[in-house]
C-alpha cells in the first residue's frame, strides 16, 4: 500500500490541489447570458417528461430561428440527473460544473504523463484549471467543461492498449455522449477517417502492412457504431431531438459565407483570444505575462511540426479536425471557451518542443519547465484572489430580485400572451410565458408587422443592466408610444403592452 501511494504522490497531490473547486466560484445566481436558460428548460422537461423542443420560443418564420429549438440532450441529461438527486437550483448546477472541471483536471493529468514526468503534468494541468479566465468561466453553467472531460475522455480509451469488444464499446458510449454534449464531438469521427486515410497511405504496396489494417477496421468500426447507436438512443429514442433543425441552423449560419474570408477572421479573433486567456498580469508586471504569453504562442508551431514529423497520433489528428471546423464557422463569439477543450493538445506541443530543445542542448529540460510553468502560475495569483473576492457578490442576472419580481408579474399575465426580450430564454424558464426576440438585422420599420405575425403584445426592457439594455425595442415603444402603454415597471425594468 505504502508503495502504491509512493508511485502515485503527484497524482494524489493533483486532487488535493484540485479540491478547492468544489468551493471557489460556486454560486447561487448566473448572469444573464441565457444559453444556461435553454439547457436548464431541457433538462426540466426530461424531469417532466415534456418534449425537449417544448421551450415556449416563438419564432418568425420570416426573419428565421434565433436560436436552435433544442441543443443534443446530453448536458440537460447531466443537469437533470444532479437535480434529480439533490434539486433544479443554480447552485447545485455550479456544482455539477466544478465536478466535471475536477474530472477533466484528473484526465489532462493522465493525458499529460504520456508525455512528460509527473511533476510537469501536474503543473501542466493546474495551467489549465487555474487560470482566472478558467475559475471565471466555471460560474458559467455551460456545456463546454463537460464537453472537454468526454472529449478528453474518449482520446485517452481510443488510445488505450486495451483491444477487447467491451471497451471498443466503452469508448463509443464515451464518444456518443461527447457528441451529445456538443456538436463538434464529430470531430472525433473526422480524426478516425483521418488516422485510417494515413494508415491506409503508408501501407500502399506493402502487403504485409495491409494486414494490420483489418484490426484497425474493425475497431473503428465498433467505435463508430457504438457512438452513433448510443447517440440515437438519448437524441432519437429516449429524448427526441431534431437533429434536421440543428443541421439547418448551422446550415443557415454558414449558408453564402466564405470559408477563406471567415478562417482568416477566426485566426485573427482567436491569436488574440488565445493571448488574452494568458495576459494575467499588468501595470508594472505586464511585461513578464508578454515575455510568457509570447513564448507560448511561439511555440506552438514549431511543436506542431516537430511533432508531426516525428509520428501523427489520432489526438494530431482530432486537434487538426477541431481547428479546422473552429476556424471555418462563421461566429466571433465564443471566447476562449471554444479553444477550452483543445488546451491540453496545445501545452502538449509547446512542452515537447521545450523538452526536444533543451534535449539538444545536453539538458535536463524538467528544471527550467518546471520553472517556466511556476511563473505563469505566479502571475495567475492576483486575478485569482480577484475571483475568490467576487464570490460573495451575486451576479446581475435573472435571480436578482428586480428580475424575479419581474418575472412573477409576466407569470400571471395570460397563458397565450407572448413578451418580447433580449433574453428570451431566460424569460420563458423564469416566468412559464412564450417568449420572443427581436433579431438585430431588422429594420425599425417592419417591427409592428413583424409582432403582428408573432402575436407579441407584450414588451420587456431593462433600464440599469447594459447587458439586457434592448435599444431597438426601447426606440420602437418610444416611437409608438401612441398605441403600447407601460403596464408595469419597477427599479430595473418596464413592461409594456400594445393591448387597449
Not at 239 to 254: E, H, M, N, Q, R
Request: a positive charge; hydrophobic letters at 50%; aromatic letters at 18%.
Amino acid at each position: 500500500m505504502k508503495k502504491y501511494f509512493s508511485q502515485n504522490r503527484y497524482f494524489f497531490l493533483l486532487v488535493l490541489l484540485l479540491l478547492p473547486l468544489f468551493y471557489i466560484n460556486v454560486k447561487g445566481s448566473h448572469d444573464w447570458g441565457d444559453d444556461f436558460a435553454q439547457y436548464f428548460i431541457q433538462a426540466r422537461n426530461i424531469l417532466e417528461h415534456r418534449p425537449q423542443t417544448d421551450n415556449g420560443l416563438v419564432f418568425d418564420r420570416q426573419t428565421g430561428e434565433y436560436a436552435l429549438q433544442s441543443y443534443p440532450v446530453g448536458f440537460p441529461l447531466i443537469l437533470a440527473s444532479g437535480w434529480l438527486c439533490f434539486g433544479n437550483t443554480v447552485t447545485i448546477s455550479s456544482l455539477i460544473i466544478s465536478v466535471f472541471l475536477f474530472a477533466f483536471g484528473i484526465v489532462a493529468f493522465l493525458y499529460f504523463r504520456k508525455y512528460f514526468n509527473d511533476a510537469v503534468s501536474v503543473l501542466l494541468t493546474l495551467v489549465i484549471i487555474y487560470n482566472p479566465f478558467t475559475i471565471g468561466f466555471k460560474k458559467e453553467i455551460l456545456s463546454d467543461i463537460p464537453f472537454s472531460f468526454f472529449l478528453l475522455l474518449g482520446i485517452m480509451l481510443y488510445r488505450s492498449e486495451r483491444k477487447n469488444l467491451w471497451h471498443y464499446i466503452i469508448t463509443g458510449i464515451v464518444w456518443g455522449f461527447a457528441l451529445s454534449v456538443r456538436g463538434i464531438g464529430a470531430t472525433l469521427f473526422l480524426a478516425t477517417g483521418f488516422l485510417m486515410l494515413q494508415r491506409i497511405f503508408l501501407s500502399a504496396g506493402k502487403s504485409e502492412e495491409k494486414t494490420t489494417l483489418f484490426p484497425e477496421i474493425k475497431k473503428n468500426g465498433i467505435v463508430a457504431l457504438s457512438a452513433l447507436g448510443f447517440y440515437l438512443l438519448l437524441n432519437s429514442i429516449l429524448f427526441p431531438v431534431p437533429s434536421t433543425g440543428i443541421l439547418k441552423f448551422y446550415g443557415d449560419a454558414i449558408r453564402g459565407e466564405s470559408f477563406g474570408r471567415w478562417m482568416l477572421l477566426n485566426l485573427d479573433y482567436y491569436y488574440e483570444v488565445y493571448l488574452n486567456f494568458f495576459a494575467t498580469l499588468g501595470g508594472n508586471y505586464q511585461w513578464i505575462s508578454t515575455v510568457t504569453k509570447f513564448i507560448l504562442l511561439a511555440l506552438i508551431p514549431l511543436g506542431i511540426a516537430l511533432s508531426w514529423s516525428r509520428k501523427i497520433g489520432f489526438d494530431d489528428w482530432l486537434f487538426l479536425a477541431y481547428i479546422l471546423v473552429l476556424f471555418v464557422y462563421p461566429y466571433l463569439g465564443g471566447g476562449f471557451r471554444f479553444l477550452f477543450p483543445i488546451l491540453p493538445f496545445l501545452l502538449k506541443y509547446i512542452f515537447s518542443t521545450f523538452n526536444i530543445l533543451f534535449n539538444r542542448l545536453n539538458f535536463n529540460a524538467t528544471v527550467p519547465a518546471v520553472i517556466f510553468l511556476l511563473i505563469i502560475i505566479l502571475q495567475y495569483a492576483p486575478g485569482m484572489i480577484d475571483q475568490v473576492n467576487s464570490m460573495d457578490v451575486a451576479e446581475q442576472g435573472p435571480q436578482e430580485e428586480p428580475a424575479r419580481k419581474a418575472f412573477e408579474f409576466i407569470n400571471q399575465l395570460p397563458a397565450e400572451s407572448v413578451v418580447v426580450f433580449l433574453k428570451p430564454r431566460a424569460l420563458s424558464y423564469y416566468s412559464g410565458r412564450r417568449a420572443a426576440y427581436v433579431t438585430r438585422n431588422i429594420r425599425p420599420e417592419e417591427l409592428p408587422a413583424l409582432f403582428s405575425r408573432l402575436n407579441a403584445h407584450y414588451f420587456l426592457v431593462c433600464n440599469e443592466n447594459e447587458e439586457v439594455n434592448d435599444v431597438l425595442l426601447k426606440n420602437f415603444i418610444a416611437e409608438n408610444k401612441d398605441h403600447v402603454s407601460r403596464v408595469w415597471q419597477n427599479s430595473y425594468f418596464e413592461l409594456y403592452s400594445d393591448l387597449k
